[in-house]
């Protein structure tokens, strides 16, 4: 049988810890949906659609992968797909307050899917996508963080490709 997993996230931008996590991810399932939370109501730095073109350009190279976005609760979305599993990337225990919260919520609602969380690796351990955007946008070197897309597209965003 097939073993799926959703991999869920407002991915404002991919960072190279979610390409990571795919990464690892992809030994344990057969195929992984990536999804992009389509929020109308939080204020994001790149349309749903940009970051669905960087994300796909980040993990091109990876097999079993599909790309989709969804709205409303998570758990219905990952019924819909047929999936067993909810992936998160856990990095420090700074993370582990939040992730529990959302793991003990989604088994709440729906006890069939489980929360399976990967831990990055080291080198990823302090990249956020909400830290990368604050450095970029003072023109700080994000290169080894992201994905060249990524680093290209948010240099162009905050006007910082001219330095
Ligand atoms: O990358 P993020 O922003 O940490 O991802 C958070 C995400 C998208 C996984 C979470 O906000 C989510 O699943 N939102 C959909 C609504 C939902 O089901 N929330 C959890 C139970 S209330």
Redesign the pocket.
Known sequence: MKRIAIY????DPVTNGHVDIVRRGKTLFDQIIVAI?HNPNKESLFTVDERMFMLKDSMKGISGITFDTFG????DYAKECGADAILRGMRAVSDFEYEFQ?AL??RK?NRDIQTVFLMTGLRWIFTSSSIIKEAAQFGGDIADMVPPIVNRMIKERYGTDKN
């Open positions: 869920p996230g407002s991915f939370l409303g609760l998570l758990v959302l919520m989604n609602l």
